[in-house]
């Protein structure tokens, strides 16, 4: 039987097994492999249904109504490929090659359908997507201590007593990594705002004002610091800036961490405590370094697992092999020019993008801000162009519409950012649309393109990507899965060492130690958005219907508002409004609101995204800060 990876942009990259019989997909775990360990997730189970939806595009569309009412005419592959050849000929002529942008991200995550579309655009030499959605805040704070953000490898968790899980509600995202630590026999704890299904299933759960993570991590290094209970030896030989760390936390008050986190003084010691005894390790999560104290936030937690010993005690992202092949940035003749991904809309307002081609992404539901991108592409000069499997809120926005295949109809491989395996990914059946790189060799040949990198065959550049990381392809083809070794790690800072007092961020003009700021809003009310635990991001809310679109609200907030479990309200702010069902909750802290993520707009009427902020994080590489969003709630009209 085939062996299949899920490609979805999720931690487990779970290798499955699969069969196509009697004209039904079924899938199951891979047993030998050891982080998928035979099991899969709610949403990797339900995978059939997805492939097997009768929602899946069949036939290319062309826009032939107004842009985004859904109004199309079906249309050939030769009719539609010529027509977008055609375009991008044209607004290359006449507005120049940086007027062309590229957007694509994580929804496929094979070597070749992720990367392999790029060659094209960096042959053409457009403008490329600076990404900064997902964990580039993050990234930027722990190069700015480590020099990497590329920490623990999981299953190194067997050596260890502790993990942390700190701004991740790991059991409905990582869930493989939850019950790795389970079945290691760890000892949990959460630190999170969210009394989530983690907190609930860890064995201490600290509840944080948002924000407050910097000031909570400091305190806590404080106390390992003046209780001597960090690693003295470890300290000398591999931390700069230690002694100027522990005067600047010196001058930090515990009770003035107290009223500012919410927790105790006598919770703040024990966590230290706690965790110097059991060197723990932490889990530090994307969805915490989406705001505006972010960067900082991360700065502060990741001191931690160093002052209890460890070289990288942290867990957050696994970069295993060089895709860079795949890529071809090496066809450019020029350098790119680079679109932050959180300013779409505005480099469409000002005219900057004419053409937009999309895959692997649904912009139109994950972006920030959206009734701003929404409006900006209607009243903008632009072609878009979407290559995906469904008529996703994108689409509708789009002049030609692509459909694209899953990954259960094409060869891949794909590594994963939380473990050390890539897994192999070979076709099981074909139902509808074509690769992401079928169709950039089509366009290729519309264009009159005659470079052999443009042509290359998926399976021979994934057998380039293999031969440059050192894998077998035999190995790979027997198992399903090989294992990336891990080469020997060094701190990659200007010290060489890791840096308690970075350097780094002096750089980029910001503090050397961590810093905590107090943010608010013109409304009271603090948005979060997470994901939902049957959704990855705008992934099968379509297909599997499992949503959850309530406002969940504390008690406290509901009763000033006169808001009653079940009440209709209206949650609005100066980005948006939307209008939904109310649930009362005592997981949710006061002051705090939450709404899950990136439904489709199509199917509900609304997204958190008509909320959310397009502010950005400038100093950490423009990530995003969608949990820095204030808004209010009312009752309709003003009952």
Not at 167 to 182: E, K, P, Y
Not at 210 to 217: E, G, N, R, S
Not at 220 to 237: G, H, M, P, Q
Request: some cysteine; charged content about 25%; hydrophobic content about 40%.
């Amino acid at each position: 039987m085939p062996f299949s990876v899920c490609m979805r942009d999720c931690y487990d990259t779970c290798s499955m097994i699969s069969e196509f019989k009697d004209g039904r997909l079924r899938v199951r775990g891979n047993p030998e492999h050891p982080v998928t360990a035979g099991f899969l997730c709610p949403k990797g189970a339900l995978l059939p249904k997805w492939f097997h939806s009768r929602d899946r595009l069949r036939t290319p569309l062309i826009r032939r109504g107004e842009r985004g009412r859904g109004a199309f005419r079906e249309a050939s592959w030769e009719e539609a490929i010529k027509l977008v050849a055609d375009k991008l000929r044209e607004t290359i002529e006449r507005y120049g090659s940086e007027s062309v942008l590229v957007y694509q991200y994580a929804g496929d995550r094979g070597a070749v359908n992720y990367a392999f579309p790029l060659r094209l655009f960096h042959y053409l030499n457009t403008a490329m997507l600076d990404h900064g959605i997902c964990d580039r805040a993050g990234q930027e704070a722990l190069k700015d201590v480590y020099g990497t953000a590329v920490g623990l490898d999981p299953e190194e968790l067997r050596n260890q007593r502790l993990l942390v899980y700190w701004g991740i509600n790991a059991f409905w995202t990582n869930f493989h990594g939850f019950m790795l630590a389970r079945r290691n026999d760890l000892e949990i704890w959460t630190v999170d705002v969210v009394r989530t299904e983690t907190a609930k299933k860890s064995d201490k759960f600290f509840q944080i004002r948002p924000d407050t993570d910097v000031l909570f991590a400091l305190g806590v290094a404080k106390v390992l610091i003046e209780e001597d209970l960090y690693d003295k030896t470890f300290v000398r030989e591999s931390v700069c800036g230690f002694k100027e760390f522990k005067n600047y936390v010196k001058t930090l008050s515990l009770d003035y961490v107290s009223r500012e986190t919410g927790l105790g003084v006598g919770e703040i010691e024990a966590f230290a405590r706690g965790f110097a005894e059991k060197r723990g390790v932490i889990h530090i999560g994307y969805g915490i370094q989406r705001s505006l104290a972010g960067g900082e936030s991360i700065r502060a937690i990741a001191v931690l697992p160093a002052l209890v010993g460890h070289r990288f005690g942290f867990i957050y992202d696994m970069k295993t092999i060089d895709k860079s092949y795949a890529e071809g940035a090496f066809l450019r003749t020029k350098p790119a020019k680079k679109i932050p991904q959180m300013k779409l809309a505005e480099y469409v307002e000002r005219g900057e993008i004419k053409f937009l081609y999309v895959y692997n992404s649904n912009p139109l539901a994950s972006l920030p801000n959206l009734n701003r991108l929404r409006k900006a592409l209607v009243e903008n000069d632009i072609f878009v162009v979407t290559h995906d499997v469904f008529l996703t809120d994108t689409a509708l926005y789009s002049d030609v519409v692509l459909p694209a295949n899953t990954f259960f109809e094409r060869l891949d491989i794909a590594d994963s950012y939380y473990h050390r395996y890539v897994a192999l990914n070979e076709p099981v059946a074909r139902l509808h649309g074509k690769d992401n790189s079928e169709v950039i060799r089509l366009l290729t040949k519309a264009l009159g393109i005659d470079s052999s990198y443009l042509y290359e065959s998926d399976e021979e550049v994934i057998g380039k990507v293999l031969e440059l990381n050192g894998l077998s392809w035999g190995e790979l083809k027997e198992k399903g899965f090989v294992e990336v070794p891990e080469r020997p790690r060094k701190w990659k800072t200007p010290s060489g060492k890791i840096e308690f007092y970075s350097r780094r961020a002096l750089k980029r003009g910001l503090s050397p130690f961590p810093e905590y700021k107090r943010f608010g809003g013109k409304f009271p009310l603090r948005l979060l958005t997470p994901t939902h635990r049957m959704t990855i991001t705008s992934q099968y809310h379509n297909t599997y219907g499992m949503i959850d679109p309530n406002l969940y609200i504390n008690p406290a907030d509901a009763g000033e508002r006169g808001v009653k479990d079940g009440d209709e309200v209206e949650v609005f702010n100066d980005f948006g409004r939307v209008w939904t069902r109310a649930k009362l909750s005592e997981d949710v802290p006061a002051g705090v609101v939450l709404l899950y993520k990136a439904f489709w707009v199509r199917l509900l009427g609304w997204n958190a995204n008509f909320l959310t902020t397009d502010e950005t994080l400038q100093k950490y590489g423009n990530g995003s800060a969608y949990h820095s969003t204030w808004v209010e709630v009312r009752k309709p009209n003003g009952e």
